[in-house]
């Protein structure tokens, strides 16, 4: 007898780490070196865990025996509580903070606790695919509303509220942005919770690259806008801090919390259910929430990552037929294949090729729930000589590529 997956996964996807990345790890078993553009995994291009995280863990180790409380350590939660204070949002306590095994599991446990079979959230598209993901494999409908490249990658509240059905049940918001590197502007993420707030809608606040600004740009924390809108607010310590190995991440409830007790109830439930988030890594919030914020040297416009991200952004668009909206947040930038140019009608196969001859890893535009076959992405982690070289790689490939 033959086992096979469970029909739940059939129209789930996750290309970020999806079949391209079983050649690119048998390229690199063959003896290839293969520049990983695919995640955003900061420790892969020399960034280091700031010291006095690392110590730490270290030294509050031997009390990281047990489990903790299936919400995770009292100081870890009170740190967090303590960040969401200074950023403005009211009426946070340590039992509204949950921690995690980083954002992604999370993002899962409050997606599983909310959704019934048909129901709809609406997510970005361009989006984080795990967003998706974890939706259809809840039972529900990913409802995908049009970030528009020609404004900057914002979305269209038009377009949002003609999306919004009787089956509606939460709206995801992901800023800074992954893919594209958009910031939304205080205006546009008001336009969305008035929606919210109209229709009776939960907001997922993903907020992970919250500190990863550029050109003075302001983050704007959704849930200090509207105390009257329930809203999950969704972080952690993997890019700001970069420690993604560490699965360090916390999800913050905010909003009229009483009109949502059933519900909290069962995200209760589910973190019991899984014991505990990892209690080493729980430590780690408190130092990097209360310590030196060493990610704002990088930012700045003399800072590595601010300089890879100019690079990036000039060396795309340097390429003829390809084009980018230069990202002010995030890690990634989001390039356009112009169709008259490069004629791609499979991203996928086009990004297998460019592994194939060139060793890189990019992800396709479908990946993110781009609705055409007319984008990539590329992490700007890379030092600004090596996305240099492999972004002009990229652009002789392309000159001589055809499907």
Same mark, same amino acid.
């Given at each position: ?8 996964l059939a129209?789930?996807c996750?290309?970020? $780490?999806?079949?391209?990345?079983e050649q690119?790890?048998? @390229? ?10 695919n995640?955003?995994?900061?420790a ?7 010291e ?5 863990i270290? =030294?509050?180790?031997?009390r ?5 409380d299936? =919400?995770?350590i009292l100081?870890a ?9 200074? $950023?403005?949002?009211p009426?946070?306590g340590?039992?509204?903070?949950y921690l ?7 993002v #899962?446990?409050a997606? /599983?606790a909310?959704?019934?079979?048909g129901?709809?959230?609406?997510i970005?598209?361009p989006?984080?695919?795990?967003? /998706?993901a974890?939706? /259809?494999l809840?039972?529900?409908?990913a409802?995908h509303?049009v970030?528009?490249?020609g404004a900057?990658? +914002?979305?269209d %509240?038009?377009d ?6 009787? $089956?509606t049940r ?16 205080r205006?546009? %993420?008001?336009g ?5 707030r109209r229709h ?12 990863? @600004?550029?050109?003075?740009v302001e983050?704007h ?23 993604a190995? +560490?699965?360090?991440?916390?999800l913050?409830? #905010?909003?009229?919390?009483?009109l949502a ?14 014991l505990c988030?990892n209690?080493?890594a729980?430590y ?5 929430l209360g ?8 930012v %700045? *416009?003399?800072?590595? @990552? ?8 000039e060396?795309l668009?340097?390429? *003829?037929?390809?084009s980018?909206?230069? *990202?002010?947040?995030?890690?990634y930038? +989001?390039?356009?294949?112009?169709p008259?140019v490069h004629?791609?009608e499979?991203?996928?196969?086009f990004?297998?090729?460019l592994l194939?001859?060139?060793k890189?890893h990019?992800v396709?535009?479908?990946?993110f729930n781009?609705?055409r076959p007319?984008h990539?992405r590329?992490?700007t982690l *890379? ?8 972004i002009?790689?990229i652009g ?5 590529y =055809?499907?």
């Open positions: 007898m033959e086992f096979r997956q469970s029909s739940k129209d789930v996750y290309e970020i $780490r999806g079949p391209v990345i690119a790890n048998a @390229l690199e078993e063959a003896g290839h070196s293969v520049l990983r553009l995640t955003g995994n900061p892969l291009f020399g960034f280091e865990a700031p006095e995280i690392v110590q730490d270290i =030294r509050n180790l031997p990281a025996h047990g489990y903790s299936a =919400r995770g100081p939660r009170r740190a967090v509580v303590q960040y969401y204070q200074q $950023r403005g949002v009426g946070v340590v039992d509204d903070v995690g095994n980083g954002v992604s599991e999370l #899962s446990m997606v /599983t909310l959704v019934d079979d129901d709809e959230v609406l970005p598209a989006d984080f695919p795990l967003w /998706t974890v939706t /259809t809840a039972g529900g409908r409802v509303y970030c528009d490249e900057d990658w +914002f979305p %509240l038009d949002i509220a003609s999306k919004i059905t009787d $089956r939460a709206i995801v918001v992901i800023n800074p942005n992954n893919p594209t590197g958009a910031v939304y502007p205006e546009l %993420l008001e969305i919770l008035d929606l919210a009776h809608l939960m907001v997922f606040a993903d907020e992970i690259y919250d500190k990863i @600004l550029y050109d003075g983050h924390c959704l849930a200090a806008l509207a105390p009257d809108v329930l809203v999950l607010t969704f972080n952690g310590l993997s890019k700001s801090y970069r420690v190995g +560490f699965r360090s991440g916390w913050v409830v #905010s909003g009229p919390k009483q007790a059933d519900y909290l109830e069962g995200l209760t439930m589910l973190a019991g259910m899984r988030p209690v080493p729980q780690a919030v408190q130092a990097a310590g030196r914020q060493s990610i704002q040297d990088l %700045l *416009p003399t800072g590595r @990552l601010a300089r890879q991200r100019d690079v990036a952004y060396a668009n340097a390429i *003829p037929g390809v980018c909206v230069k *990202p002010k947040g995030a890690l930038a +989001f390039a356009r294949l112009d008259a004629r791609i499979d991203d996928e196969r990004v297998l090729d194939l001859r060139e890189i990019i396709q535009g479908t990946g781009w609705p007319d990539f590329i992490l *890379p030092r600004a000589e090596d996305l240099e070289v492999a002009s790689r002789r490939f392309l000159a001589g =055809r499907q």
